[in-house]
Structures are given as C-alpha cells and as structure tokens.
C-alpha cells in the first residue's frame, strides 16, 4: 500500500517519485481530517437510525408512519437536496477556475433549494404536530423526530455556514484558505445529501411500503 | 485541473443523472405492487447504497486511485463501525425484547427461555 510504503521503508528526503518532499499539501491534509469529522458524524447517524430501527413500531396507540408521511413531499424533498448537491458540485468548479460569479450562482441556487428543503420539512413536522403527532406522543415519533429533526439541524448549519462562505469570499477572495474552508462545505453539503437518501429510505420508503 | 478522460462537469452531471434514477427507482420499489413484498425491503437497501456509493464516488470523489487511498481507508473503518453500530444494536434490542416475552397469567412451565 502505498502509506506503508512512505512511512516505513524510506526515508523521506529520498523518496524517488515523489513531486514534494515532506507533509501532504494543507488541502490535502484538511480534506482528510474533515472527512474524518464527517465519518464520526455519520456514525451519530448511525446510532439515530438504530434507535429509530429499533422503536419503529412503538407507536403506543397513535399514529404509524403509513398515517403520517406524505410520498410526494418526501420526493419533492429528496429532488430539492440532490440537485443542490449536485449544484454544490458546480460551485466547487467554479471555486477551483476562481470564477466569482459562478460560485456566487453556484451558492445562491444551492442555498435556495437547501431552503426548499427545509420549508418542506418545518411544514411537515408543524403539520405532525397540529394532528397530534408530537414527539411525546410515542417512541416511534420520539425517534422520528430526532433522526430527521438532526439532519435538519445539519441543513440549517450547513446553510449558515454556506452564506457565512459568500461573505468570505467576497471580502478576502479565493485565498488559499477560503478554499480549504470551501472544500470542507462541499464535503459536508455531499455527506448530508448521503444521510438524506438513508432517511428517505429507511424512514419514508421502507415506512410506507405495503 | 487536468481533463484527462470525462470533464469534472460530466462527472457530476453524470452523477446527479444516475441518483436520479436510482431515486427514482426506489420510490417505484416502495409504492408498486409488480415485485414480491418481501423483496422489497431488501431491494430499497441495495438501491440506497448503491445510491451512496454513486454519491461517493461522483460527488466526493473517492475512488480507488492512488490519491484517495487514505480516504477511501477511512470511510471502509467508518462503514464497519456504523455496521457494528446499527446491526449490534438490533440483534441486541431483538434478543431482549425476546427475553422479556413470558407469557402472562399461563401457567407455571418449567421451560426455559435461553
């Protein structure tokens, strides 16, 4: 492999295919611990959505899944996070050619569905709780609301963050750490849109299925 | 930025295009009554994680080059613990709810519950 290689059998100054000598760029280097970050997060996640696997059916009484979820909304939803994935992508292209109105386009649309997103999901849950579906209401709802309210939670920040970013870049420009901090949002708005298709399936889909 | 092979452009237009079919896919799974019930379960969790992997693969380019190695590590290290993670936790909440299953107000069996 090659990390066994480099650390262990030469020493560094003679490393023959090597295009720098010494640590990995600091991209390199922050891309990796934030990814680390955004695993320890996923598993959080992990513990969510076994809780919610294992309190599924303790509906005590009140409303199921079948009862409360709405497939359309669900989908509205989903199409609202991956194209802003997907828009987030554009943005890190445009990011990477430093071309400013591109990221500012990139960021707004990716901002506005993320928004989308969470206007449908704030409704979703108001509307649970107008009909009673409280998380006090039953274990299954209690699980729910944690599992899918934390990934809201992860959409708002991220949001906060992305126009924090826009405020960055427009002030200091595409310096070399304004791109770091930009790479982590990227990763972070892809791994959340990884969660997503976890809830939709595990939670809505697998919910509703006959 | 090199454009050896397919532009980054077409790699995340690509990307979005296939979970979007994935997506699809899956919403069609759950809702039509053409496929046995009992596969369905099984067939939305493959699709959501090959919709994972595309999401990996596409968008947060980890792939199996020489430059992703140290990544692509971390995540199979951060996939086993979110396999112990949740499958520990169901086996172990399914072997208790069992244990707690006696039968109420039936009469005193010397059966034991293992």
């Keep these: 492999m090659n990390i066994a290689v480099a650390i262990d059998t030469v020493p560094q100054d003679a490393l023959p295919s090597a295009s720098e000598a010494g640590p990995a760029p600091k991209r390199i280097v922050v891309a990796y611990g934030f990814w680390i970050f955004l695993l320890s997060d996923i598993v959080m996640f992990a513990a969510l959505f076994a809780s919610y696997a294992v309190l599924v059916r303790s509906t005590a009484g009140g409303p199921t899944g079948v009862q409360l979820f709405n497939q359309t909304t669900v989908a509205i939803e989903t199409a609202c996070l991956l194209v802003s994935s997907y828009t987030c992508g554009l943005m890190s292209l445009a990011i990477n050619s430093r071309n400013r109105l591109g990221t500012y386009l990139g960021a707004l649309v990716t901002f506005a569905l993320g928004a989308a997103f969470l206007t449908l999901e704030l409704r979703e849950f108001a509307d649970m709780i107008a009909r009673g579906a409280t998380p006090q209401r039953s274990a299954f709802l209690s699980a729910f609301f944690t599992l899918v309210g934390c990934h809201g939670l992860h959409v708002t920040l991220g949001l906060i963050w992305l126009v924090v970013m826009m405020v960055q870049v427009a002030v200091m420009g595409f ?4 791109q770091r901090r930009l790479l982590c949002f990227s990763l972070f708005w892809h791994a959340l849109d990884i969660v997503w298709v976890g809830v939709f399936t595990v939670v809505y889909l697998m919910g509703v299925s006959p | 930025m090199d454009a050896s092979a397919p532009s980054e452009f077409l790699v995340y237009t690509i990307g979005l295009f296939v979970a979007v079919l994935l997506t699809a896919t899956s919403f069609w799974t759950a809702n039509t009554t053409l496929l046995w019930p009992g596969g369905v379960f099984l067939g939305l969790a493959v699709l959501a994680i090959a919709q994972m992997g595309i999401h990996l693969v596409f968008f947060l380019h980890i ?45 005193m069996s010397m059966r034991m519950q293992h």
């Design chain 1, 175 to 178: 310096v070399a750490s304004v």
């Design chain 2, 63 to 107: 792939t199996s080059g020489p430059e992703s190695t140290n990544n692509a590590l971390a995540l199979a290290f951060g996939v086993l613990t979110v396999f112990v993670v949740v499958a520990g936790t169901m086996w172990i909440m399914a072997d208790m709810n069992e244990s707690m299953m006696m039968p109420s107000g039936a009469p």
